[in-house]
């Protein structure tokens, strides 16, 4: 079965340092999500992405966060300078379309990013 | 703002039991609800969606019931087993914001055998 692929698993990074976190989504997906998800806490949208473009991102999307398809296969989310409170589960996620029967999300396992 | 409030925090229940689980919304334009299964160390997983259109949907041992009136919907976990056990979550979104989910915080089920 297809399946959303993350890396790294885990990712320990000092405050201030850029942080890339990679995705590939699934082959045939168009639409590409990141998520993250402080522990204990609920999942929380970033950003969605389709046709190379930001569709929507959150309030917790700000300058420092930026996305990336690039190349046909990959899906990043680069982070310029992290402080301590980036630290959580990134998971990213794709989705066929968002018509009805093909909108559900396919996530990933995730990527802990531990900033220090 | 919390926009979607979900209720209990916990849940424990014996193997062939009922886990009900509630979710509260507040914005009324959402027209899509999913819940989403996690177990530990692994993404979230869709388990089941329910457009406003209908009141309840059914999948397998997984009902979700919708009241748009009260702007509530939950799910139902019939004959729970210990492999049930797992962080759930409930979502809403709306179509004009496709994927910009807004999830609840979260109920960690135990299924006792």
């Known amino acids: ?47 969605s992405f389709y046709n190379n473009e930001i569709s929507e991102k959150s309030e917790i999307f700000d300058d420092q966060f930026s996305v990336e398809r690039p190349d046909g296969s990959n899906f990043t989310l680069k982070i310029r300078s992290t ?32 900033v220090l | 703002q919390q926009q979607v409030k979900q209720s209990p925090q916990s849940l424990i229940v014996q193997k062939g039991g009922i886990s009900i689980i509630n979710c509260a919304y507040e914005n009324t334009a959402f027209d899509y609800f999913p819940w989403y299964q996690q177990f530990p160390g692994k993404g979230p997983a869709l388990l089941i969606a329910i457009r406003p259109d ?5 999948e397998g041992r997984f009902t979700i019931s919708f009241n748009k009136s009260a702007k509530q919907f939950s799910l139902h976990i019939m004959d729970s087993q210990p492999g049930d056990s797992a962080t759930y979550f409930c979502a809403a979104s709306t179509t004009d914001s496709w994927g910009k989910f807004q999830f609840g915080a979260g109920t960690q089920v135990v299924v006792t055998p």
């Not at chain 1, 320990?12 to 806490?41: A, D």
């Not at chain 1, 093909?102 to 996530?107: D, P």
């Open chain 1, 1 to 47: 079965e297809p399946e959303v692929t993350q890396t790294p698993s885990h990712q320990v990074t000092q405050m201030g340092q850029e942080v890339i976190l990679r995705c590939v989504p699934i082959s045939n997906h168009l639409y590409f999500y990141w998520y993250r998800q402080i522990l204990g806490q609920k999942v929380e949208f970033l950003v």
């Open chain 1, 83 to 114: 402080k301590l409170e980036d630290s959580a589960m990134y998971f990213c996620a794709s989705s066929e379309s968002t018509g009805a029967g093909q909108e559900t999300q396919y996530f990933g396992p995730g990527t802990r990013l531990l």
């Open chain 2, 54 to 58: 209908v009141s309840e949907k059914k």
